[in-house]
């Protein structure tokens, strides 16, 4: 039976984040019951053109999902553990921020069925919280943490680097205060100016700046040092976790494996006979429930995916990854040879350059060409 992520996309927030460009929306009323109403809908009808599948995980994403009441939340797990065949260890991730009113509500979350809490951390310095436009404290974060930790069996929190007037000092100090208080899970980003967002406005006027590419890589360096203290390993560009506490969602999408998706804005990749099929959901969370509402799902694309795209695909994705790509896998999803996606010359290139290793079985970005991964794949991919 074949194995399915399943995501679960919750569009909004108390208020828009200046430097996001996700699919949020900030609404006086969430209209919660409309939008649960759709997503179990929606959820039906794809269980329905999917057939029978091993559930490997389902994440709760957004937005802000700790914004979910409970009881919506055990209703969407119930469904899909009654649609598909809930694999033994599956996996139930719930991204949540850290305020005292959504921490508030994470044994109900545990009670719901959530397994794996996600906090938006994002800092533990006050002045940059402010600058993100966060709503929490440092304090706050980490009183989350704390309780995140006690509750769930996994807990995993997020962290922005590369910050205005951000130094290696201080990027240290707080990692590893974050790190101390025993999380098995790190997911790591850089901040950068999104196109449409509120920093892009304000970038583009000289309101700040941000560390240059030399500053950014020594931070980024640190990071995994700091880690490492603490027994997290990097396991994704972006992602450090301890041995068996990577996220198994996440890792479906990285080795290209089927992921279905759900709500408002949501995107998937789903096998459909021979076919995989890309899809993707209307972005406006009403509009979105109204398509459900009349037509079963809230569709506004979805096209088959070609051979040459999922090579490229499966490429960018397994190269994120410290264990790299399976080439067997590669073949057996792609329907192409690894060997047949890429630029010889380049291939040599980057593999005396020490940026890719290849065995019989995988070809692996190493720590360095993972660094400079864009501009290898641009110059890899044929």
């Not at 603490?230 to 990577?246: D, H, M, R, T, V």
């Not at 067997?328 to 380049?346: E, H």
Request: hydrophobic share 45%; net charge negative; aromatic share 8%.
């Amino acid at each position: 039976m074949q194995f399915l992520a399943l995501y679960i996309h919750w569009p909004f927030c108390l208020s828009k984040c200046p430097y996001c460009d996700f699919n949020s929306h900030v609404r006086a009323a969430i209209p919660e019951a409309r939008i649960l109403a759709a997503l179990r809908t929606e959820l039906a009808f794809e269980a329905a053109r999917l057939g029978p599948r091993r559930l490997a995980s389902i994440f709760f994403g957004g937005g802000t999902p700790s914004l979910m009441a409970p009881e919506s939340v055990a209703a969407v797990i119930a469904d899909a553990t009654a649609l598909f065949t809930p694999a033994p260890d599956l996996e139930i991730t719930l991204e949540a921020n850290p305020t005292s009113i959504e921490a508030g509500r994470f044994r109900a979350y545990r009670d719901a069925g959530v397994n794996r809490i996600s906090i938006g951390v994002q800092s533990l310095d006050d002045a940059a919280l402010t600058f993100l436009g966060r709503n929490h404290s440092a304090a706050q974060a980490m009183a989350a943490v704390e309780i995140g930790r006690d509750i769930f069996p996994r807990a995993s929190f997020d962290l922005i680097y590369a910050r205005p007037g951000q130094t290696l000092a201080a990027w240290r100090a707080e990692l590893a205060t974050a790190l101390a208080v025993g999380l098995d899970h790190l997911s790591l980003y850089q901040l950068t100016i999104e196109p449409g967002t509120q920093f892009a406005t304000l970038y583009g006027r000289a309101a700040f700046t941000l560390p240059d590419d030399e500053d950014a890589a020594a931070l980024y360096d640190a990071t995994a040092e700091i880690a490492a203290r603490f027994g997290l390993a990097p396991y994704e560009i972006s992602n450090y976790a301890k041995p068996g506490q990577e996220s198994r969602h996440n890792l479906a999408y990285w080795r290209y494996q089927d992921y279905a998706g759900i709500g408002a804005g949501a995107h998937g990749r789903i096998t459909i006979g021979d076919q995989l099929i890309a899809t993707r959901r209307h972005r406006a969370p009403e509009a979105w429930a109204g398509r459900v509402e009349a037509r079963g799902h809230g569709s506004v694309e979805e096209a088959e995916v070609s051979a040459d795209e999922r090579a490229r695909e499966a490429l960018l994705m397994g190269l994120r990854l410290a264990e790299g790509i399976d080439t067997k896998a590669y073949a057996a999803r792609t329907g192409r040879a690894l060997i047949d996606t890429l630029d010889p010359d380049i291939l040599d290139q980057a593999l005396l350059a020490g940026y890719l290793e290849a065995t019989p079985d995988r070809l692996i970005a190493t720590a360095e060409g993972r660094k400079r991964l864009n501009s290898l794949l641009t110059a890899l991919v044929r």
